[in-house]
């Protein structure tokens, strides 16, 4: 693994008791990224959404019900102990998806890839997306296209990359006017800031003055019950998805309700309760 | 017409019935090969395939035309390497059906990857850590040296070992085969393997991943394993049909219950590894993650238990019994229900750590996704089958391919 004090760990929180599912998020994503149309989106597993939001219930019946909107970007794995070997970057044969270990982002190279759709088959959050057709927008809206992203061609995947292209435009800002770093407020994605119920924030794990980092409290430490698992958060409300796995991702959830919580990940019969106030090794100090 | 073609000695159909064959079988090819086209023009859209289904009938071709044609590493191993003498009499045939085998599944790669003009990358642009990587580089110099492997057999044929050169070519190929034999060993041992490696290194989906021996999941090996404990199964196999059709018998029987019997004991062995394998991810791996072995076969229209019943006990116990034992290895009937079973069986397995990883849902809101291959899918999964048929034919035809075939069809002479 490489160790950079200075390196980045681009992350994101999503409060899902915030969350109105109202997909301003992936809409403002679509836009961001260029992402294309197809003439029929009535087929939904081939349409491309970046940024996915599910519609989870507890499975009770009314007055019982409760729902909740769970917004999916790519989770920027870090991979098993987070050394970087994310579910997709391991398998891809060409180098086409990459880990950043300065940002914690997982990229995708649209010109390397040459689409085996292995990295699809190998993430379990179905967060990665194939080009089936030509990239098409409705007449006129071509104009509209973002300058800073490059629309895929056909045959190849596609993601979220926490919107690079802004990151990079954040970064030559500072270095015009001299600066070291870049502040928390100039690196937001599309999705971030879009989002009218400010569910998502956004920002440096590694950073203690960011946000994200304040509401995830990630503990660097291996979790003592999983040693594939690392920078589980010490917050008892916040979980990520198929944790158990190994994953590390990068996105953190956060909700008040159990329920919630238990959904974003697999428990046998009566695991839940030994687990559910286990937060890593803080909880064991 | 054809007869300067033709082995000497051998009796062959008239060409007219052998060309309206091939054109039959040629016409089903001739569709496959514009569904090809199709993929390859207008894209991956012709497909039924979708963003869950990025592993789909193909990849399960592919698996399992390879895994089948593991025929020929295994046999050539035993013939060149262990010195197993008897198995001359049916290399060549193995060889061919291998040479098939990869062949198609090289140009199945080539239809089911989304820029087939950029398929070169994965060699350019190699990453090391790729499963999939150690498969292109294994399975384009295994490609190679099957063909090296089939060259003197074509050069036996009649009129081109008239040419002195090709003679001597043809035998001297043939003095250093061993070196080839080991060689593809080799290099099937690793391209089975990590296709095997392929799924189980998937630590994002519980029903494939399995814990190994430093990088190599413990699929790695049972696809070695498997390869080469089915693939005699389907040399076997083919043969059969080939005399069924041909109407003679072409390999001795001493030579088909050996094959059989090598391939009883590698069934039988690969398969209580692979009960454990089952066992052990099923009480360990799976639980450790979260899942009940359950999840993986209900809820759900098409995968049960049963798939689990057909590929380990009916296809995997069953056939490897009937070949260990010497009366039910020794009946026609019963090895060939044995022989049918262990083809069914790898395919089978092929399919369940292709499509149906796949279709199992992880994330617990998730839910499982079934898929049917578009008819452009079948018609491209299906010209492999009518193009290994019309070169067996060809190759039955007009090159020596079972040296026992002119001792074993003398001309009857009337006492």
Redesign the interface.
């Known amino acids: 693994m490489i160790q950079d004090k200075k390196a980045h760990k681009f992350g994101m929180v999503i409060d899902l008791d915030k969350c109105t599912g109202c997909g301003s998020c992936m809409v403002s994503c679509m836009s961001e990224n260029n992402v294309p149309f197809k003439e029929d989106e009535s087929r939904k597993k081939d349409s491309i959404t970046w940024m996915r939001v599910y519609k989870l219930t507890n499975g009770k019946s009314f007055p019982d019900t409760q729902v909740v909107y769970m917004p999916r970007p790519c989770q920027h794995c870090s991979g098993k102990g987070g050394h970087g070997h994310s579910p997709c970057v391991s398998v891809c044969p060409a180098t086409a998806t990459d880990y950043g270990y300065d940002t914690g982002i997982v990229s995708q190279i649209y010109t390397r890839c040459f689409g085996c759709r292995y990295c699809m088959g190998a993430c379990p959050y179905h967060a990665r997306y194939f080009n089936w057709w030509d990239p098409k927008w409705p007449e006129g809206m071509e104009n509209y296209l973002s300058p800073n992203v490059s629309p895929r061609m056909r045959g190849v995947v596609e993601k979220c990359s926490f919107c690079y292209h802004r990151y990079q435009l954040a970064r030559e800002k500072a270095y015009g006017e001299g600066r070291d770093g870049i502040e928390e407020s100039e690196y937001q994605t599309a999705c971030t800031t879009a989002c009218p119920a400010g569910a998502i924030v956004f920002g440096d794990l590694n950073d203690p003055s960011h946000m994200v980092h304040q509401i995830v409290k990630p503990d660097p430490h291996p979790d003592p019950m999983n040693k594939y698992v690392v920078d589980k958060s010490r917050n008892p409300k916040v979980f990520r998805l198929l944790e158990r796995l190994g994953t590390n991702t990068k996105i953190y959830y956060l909700s008040e309700r159990e329920w919630v919580r238990k959904a974003g990940d697999n428990y046998l019969d009566g695991e839940w309760d030994k687990v559910k106030n286990h937060h890593g090794s803080s909880s064991h100090e | 017409m054809d007869s300067a073609l033709i082995p000497e000695g051998a009796d062959r159909c008239s060409f007219p019935k052998f060309a309206i064959g091939i054109s039959i079988v040629g016409a089903v090819a001739l569709w496959g090969v514009y569904a090809m086209f199709l993929c390859w023009f207008k894209?991956?859209?012709q497909t039924n395939?979708?963003?869950?289904?990025?592993?789909a009938l193909w990849i399960w071709a592919d698996l399992a035309v390879i895994a089948v044609g593991g025929g020929a590493f295994f046999t050539g191993l035993l013939k060149y390497i262990f010195k197993v003498d008897e198995l001359k009499n049916i290399i060549n045939f193995a060889v061919i059906i291998g040479f098939i085998c990869y062949s198609s599944a090289l140009l199945i790669l080539a239809i089911?990857?989304?820029?087939?003009l950029?398929?070169w990358?994965?060699f350019?642009?190699?990453?090391v850590?790729?499963?999939?990587?150690e498969v292109?580089f294994c399975l384009s110099c295994y490609f190679a040296v099957l063909t090296i492997e089939f060259i003197p057999n074509i050069l036996e044929n009649r009129q081109a070992n008239k040419v002195p050169f090709f003679h001597h070519l043809a035998h001297n190929m043939h003095g250093v085969m061993a070196i080839f034999a080991a060689t593809g060993a080799f290099l099937s041992f690793f391209h089975q393997g990590s296709l095997g490696g392929?799924a189980g290194?998937?630590?994002?989906?519980?029903f494939a991943v399995r814990e190994g021996l430093l990088i190599w999941p413990w699929t790695f090996f049972l696809f070695t394993w498997s390869a080469a404990a089915f693939g005699p199964c389907f040399t076997l196999m083919v043969t059969k049909i080939t005399e069924v059709i041909t109407g003679k018998k072409l390999v001795k029987d001493n030579v088909v219950h050996l094959l059989a019997k090598i391939s009883g004991w590698m069934i039988t062995t690969y398969i209580i590894a692979k009960i454990i394998d089952t066992i052990y991810w099923a009480m360990v791996t799976a639980?450790?993650?979260?899942?009940?072995m359950s999840?993986f076969y209900t809820n759900n229209s098409f995968y049960g238990y049963w798939i689990l019943v057909t590929e380990i006990v009916i296809c995997g116990v069953l056939p490897g019994f009937l070949l260990l034992n010497k009366s039910t290895r020794e009946n026609p009937t019963t090895r060939l229900i044995a022989i049918v079973l262990g083809v069914i069986g790898v395919c089978l397995n092929r399919w369940v750590m292709v499509l149906q990883?796949?279709a199992v849902p992880?994330?617990?809101?998730?839910t499982w996704?079934l898929y049917i291959p578009s008819w452009q899918e079948v018609a491209t999964t299906v010209l492999p089958v009518a193009y290994g048929i019309i070169l067996i034919a060809i190759t039955y035809r007009y090159l020596p391919v079972f040296p026992q075939e002119r001792e074993l069809n003398q001309p009857r002479v009337d006492q």
């Open positions: 894209g991956l859209n395939m979708n963003d869950y289904y990025g592993f089911d990857i989304g820029q087939p950029r398929g990358f994965i350019w642009h190699a990453n850590h790729s499963m999939l990587t292109a392929v290194v998937m630590y994002g989906r519980p639980p450790s993650l979260g899942f009940k999840h990883i796949m992880v994330m617990s809101f998730d996704a």
